[in-house]
């Protein structure tokens, strides 16, 4: 495992700097969580796995939030029109037709109440506070800073390419149409991963920029990484906390 600290502080070639954002990625991205072992091995419950979804609607309701912010932090007009690509992807024309809606499809089809999901309340208290952390951080760090924490996207096709054929294969109630969030993700996540690496590679242009840089996804790793510990504390090993989330039956 690499200590991310201080690794530019002799500066980068653009090509180094790559190679350890995409270390961060092998080393510190969410697939190596062991919920995301247990899920593709098909040892989660379906209570356990309508936790992850109702939790993780909350993540794909701040997306766009922190992408407008992020849009109204850009004083480049091709940069925005690149950027606002993100939002129409969650939104849709209608806010209903888009990520967002199908990421509630996903929910309502493992059985959740849509507005039970929607509410966002009976996610667990850890979620609510990475999540939040990602909006601030979107919000006051610097916009090299923010554009970097979105570079998870590099690696969100990998996840995703883990994820959808071994739930198809091992929970006999998910469906191609559960999952059919997944269907645009992969394509749509290397339109932006390319467009925000090529941004970061421009501007991380001093030893401090491409530090903040690297720390930013690291940032951002930490913060996927606590909502499945969250998870995993609450449902697996049984503390769910007052007010969240109770499965009605382990299955
Ligand atoms: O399925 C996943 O594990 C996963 C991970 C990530 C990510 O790495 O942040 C995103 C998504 N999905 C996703 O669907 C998505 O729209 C998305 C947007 C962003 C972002 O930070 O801007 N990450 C992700």
Redesign the pocket.
């Known amino acids: 495992m690499s200590d991310f600290h201080d690794v530019a502080k002799n500066g980068l070639s653009t090509a180094e700097l790559e190679a350890v954002l995409r270390r961060v990625g092998t080393e510190r991205y ?1 697939n190596r969580h062991p919920l995301h072992h247990r899920m593709t091995s098909g040892g989660m419950s379906k209570g356990e796995l309508q936790a992850w979804a109702l939790n993780r609607y909350c993540y794909q309701a701040v ?1 766009p939030r922190k ?1 407008a912010i992020i849009l109204a932090r850009a004083t480049d007009p091709a940069f925005r029109a690149a950027w606002r690509k ?1 939002i129409e992807d969650h939104d849709g024309e209608d806010g209903w037709s888009g ?1 967002i809606a199908r990421w509630l499809h996903l929910a309502t089809s493992l059985g959740l109440d849509a507005e039970a999901v929607k509410g966002e309340n009976l996610a667990l208290p850890a979620t609510r506070f990475a999540v939040g952390a990602y909006f601030s951080f979107c919000a006051n760090a610097t916009l090299l800073e923010a554009v970097a924490s ?1 570079l ?2 590099l ?2 096709p990998v ?2 390419g883990e994820r959808v054929p071994a739930m198809l294969a091992k929970y006999e109630y998910i469906t191609e149409d559960t999952l059919a969030y997944f269907s645009r ?1 992969p394509e749509q996540a290397s339109r932006d991963s390319d467009f925000a690496l090529d941004y970061v590679l421009r501007h991380a242009d001093t030893p401090e920029r491409q530090q903040a840089a690297i720390d930013a996804l690291v940032l951002k790793c930490d913060i ?1 990484w606590a909502m499945l510990d969250a998870l995993q504390h609450a449902y697996q090993a049984g503390n769910i906390p007052p007010g969240a989330f109770r499965p009605e039956q382990e299955s």
């Open positions: 969410h997306i992408d993100r990520g979105s998870t996207e690696f969100s996840i995703i993700r996927l």
